[in-house]
Nanobody
Framework: QVQLVESGGGLVQAGGSLRLSCAASGRTFGRNAMGWFRQAPGKERNVVGAINWSGGNTFYADSVKGRFTISRDNAKNTVYLQMNSLKPEDTAVYYC??????????????????WGQGTQVTVSS
């Protein structure tokens, strides 16, 4: 059974930082794309960042460019999201996702077959 387990969410003041982790189990994703998405109350789920199988190519939503960094450690089957200079509008549930089929970086939610349960990030002003 494949599981993606996120950790590292919480409450932080504007301007602060958080680092999210997503540990996968049940299969190896070292040759697969992974990503982070977020969903705020009343809004649709949108991509935050994505990374290809090797970590050599990344994608970021315009709203987080220059502030967030996605990375991965294939030896640990884990993907990370470093979030700096957080803003209140970053408040959302953050979801980790892994593709079972593609190796290449993709921002499309339908390219990811596996999803974590989500972790809450709240940024206070």
């Amino acid at each position: 059974q494949v599981q993606l387990v996120e950790s590292g969410g919480g409450l932080v003041q504007a301007g602060g930082s958080l680092r999210l982790s997503c540990a996968a189990s049940g299969r190896t994703f070292g040759r697969n794309a992974m990503g982070w998405f977020r969903q705020a109350p009343g809004k649709e789920r949108n991509v935050v960042g994505a990374i290809n199988w090797s970590g050599g190519n990344t994608f970021y939503a315009d709203s987080v460019k220059g502030r967030f960094t996605i990375s991965r450690d294939n030896a640990k089957n884990t993907v990370y999201l470093q979030m700096n200079s957080l803003k209140p509008e970053d408040t959302a549930v953050y979801y980790c996702a892994a593709s079972g089929t593609t190796r290449w970086v993709t921002a499309r939610a339908d390219a990811y077959e596996y999803w974590g349960q989500g972790t809450q990030v709240t940024v206070s002003s």
